[in-house]
């Protein structure tokens, strides 16, 4: 049986892939900053919290890091664990520095202390290769970061590189593009512009805040992409890799098709607000994930609109959960 280690378990990204590593009869831990206190509320909502083992990791913290790798000694690790919201970059530049590319530094001279033949994945970002004027970015586009968390996630992409090269490490970084689910934050635009409009759908008279709705980026669905994120690990050799649908939608297009499948008219319920503008905003993103589909096998099947609509159909039914 293979053992799994998950960095940042709580998040998104962390609940799809430790079901899917469990479903493959992995034994699975995970960490948070603090495990005791962590809620595991995305973990109880796929109903897998009781089967996955919890450590306490600071990522910045080199003992900390150790500590969990010897206890745990695991095959494979996931870092998923870091500030990952681009608009919070801007308010804690430090913060994201520190999570993103101290951490991970940690979690490569932790694997290379312990000399133990551990596969490390690292969560990159599309975002780090900035505005492409609409071309798909793929794995030998330069990066033009233009957030402190784009600037984090190439930071990082570099020192992974940088120990596989020096060290031999199995240690590879999944560029991936957005990609959402109904565990997204409401942090996050697409959820909150999903939020709002079942709320609204649900009988609310609110408006819909919005900043810049002319940006365009590819949108996947998350569960597919922790599927990538462990292709990636069961390769001959590590490897880099761009994970994106391939196509870029308009936010404004995201925002009209969840307000379709609830049968409403999206002008009648969204207002601008330029205080939500960011300091420096990427307008098209894209990626290509060929390289992905030739050597991994991997393959997107839902695209925007699917996105949209599975999100809006899981916001429902937890509404009507709720009130029935
Ligand atoms: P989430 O924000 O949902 O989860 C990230 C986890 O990291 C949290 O559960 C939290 O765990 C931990 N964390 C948050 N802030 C910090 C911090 N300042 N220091 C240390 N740990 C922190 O992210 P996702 O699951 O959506 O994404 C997983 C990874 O993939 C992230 O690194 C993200 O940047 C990256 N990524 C995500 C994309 C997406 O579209 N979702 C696109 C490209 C990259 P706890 O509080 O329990 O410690």
Same mark, same amino acid.
């Given at each position: ?7 940042g ?6 609940a ?5 590593? %469990? ?5 699975v ?38 500590q ?35 951490g991970? %530094? ?5 694997i ?16 780090s ?10 794995e ?41 689910? =109904?565990?997204? =934050? ?15 759908a ?7 805040? %919005? ?39 308009? %936010? ?41 589909a ?17 999100m ?13």
């Amino acid at each position: 049986m293979k053992r799994a280690l998950i960095c940042g378990i709580s998040g998104q990204d962390g609940a799809y892939l430790s079901r899917l590593l %469990l479903d493959k009869g992995y034994e699975v831990f995970g960490t948070a900053r603090d495990a005791q206190m962590a809620l595991f509320h995305n973990l109880r909502l796929l109903g897998i919290q009781n089967r996955i083992g919890f450590h306490s990791m600071a990522l910045n913290d080199f003992r900390s890091v150790l500590q969990v790798i010897t206890r745990v000694k695991p095959d494979e690790i996931y870092n998923l664990a870091g500030q990952s919201s681009v608009g919070l970059s801007f308010d804690q530049p430090v913060e994201t520095l520190e999570s993103n590319s101290v951490g991970i %530094l940690n979690l490569l001279e932790a694997i290379r202390f312990t000399e133990r033949p551990i596969r490390l994945y690292n969560a990159g970002s599309g975002e780090s290769f900035g505005d492409t004027d609409g071309d798909a970015a793929d794995e030998d586009t330069p990066f033009r970061p233009r957030s402190p968390y784009a600037v984090s996630k190439a930071t990082a992409f570099w020192e992974v590189a940088n120990y596989r090269d020096a060290y031999k490490l199995y240690a590879c970084t999944g560029i991936l593009f957005n990609h959402e689910s =109904p565990l997204r =934050p409401e942090r996050f635009v697409t959820q909150k512009i999903v939020k709002a409009a079942c709320r609204i759908a649900s009988g609310s008279d609110e408006k819909l805040s %919005l900043g810049n709705i002319s940006i365009s980026r590819d949108w996947g669905w998350a569960p597919e992409y922790v599927q990538a994120m462990w292709m990636m690990l069961q390769q001959e050799a590590a490897d880099d890799f761009v994970i994106a649908t391939g196509e870029s939608r308009s %936010l404004e297009e995201f925002v009209a098709q969840v307000f379709e499948v609830l049968s409403l008219s999206w002008r009648d319920h969204v207002v601008a607000d330029p205080s939500l503008f960011r300091p420096s905003e990427i307008m098209i993103n894209r990626g290509n994930p060929s390289k992905a589909a030739r050597v991994l096998g991997w393959r997107v099947v839902h695209k925007m609109r699917d996105v949209a609509r599975l999100m809006v159909e899981a916001e429902m039914a937890s509404l009507a959960a709720r009130e029935g």
